[in-house]
């Protein structure tokens, strides 16, 4: 079973940045998809970063240039955010999903996921 915990939320000021963590556990398929989404209040979620087995990497058009998705080799990924802005505050969830080794695999950022984490809360103000 895979389980995913992030960390690294809080408050920060417009411009400023924040790291987020996810840590994965029982994630031991070859083939998967990671990845990074959030959720404003009355709002559908979005996917924000994608990193794949294949280590593609996709950003939703919003962060890019902002965010950088990246993964350890211990399959735990990161989302460093810069250059935050308010219309980043949002509850962000990391994700995954695997695949069997025959199976067709898109890594985009919006791709389905699988398994979620629990969320961290992100505040920028300006």
């Known amino acids: 079973q895979v389980q995913l915990v992030e960390s690294g939320g809080g408050s920060v000021q417009s411009g400023g940045s924040l790291r987020l963590s996810c840590t994965a556990s029982?994630?031991?398929?070859?083939?998967?998809?990671m990845g990074w989404f959030r959720q404003v209040p009355g709002k559908e979620r979005e996917g924000v970063a994608a990193v794949g087995s294949d280590r593609s990497i996709s950003y939703a058009d919003s962060v890019q240039g902002r965010f950088t998705i990246s993964q350890d080799n211990a399959k735990n990924m990161y989302l460093q955010m810069d250059d935050l802005k308010p219309e980043d505050t949002a509850i962000y969830y990391c994700?995954?999903?695997?695949?069997?080794?025959?199976?067709?695999?898109?890594?985009?950022?919006?791709?389905?996921?699988?398994?979620w984490g629990q969320g961290t809360q992100v505040t920028v103000s300006s």
């Open positions: 029982g994630l031991t398929h070859s083939r998967y998809c």
């Open positions: 994700a995954a999903l695997t695949v069997q080794p025959w199976s067709v695999l898109v890594c985009s950022s919006s791709f389905r996921p699988s398994y």
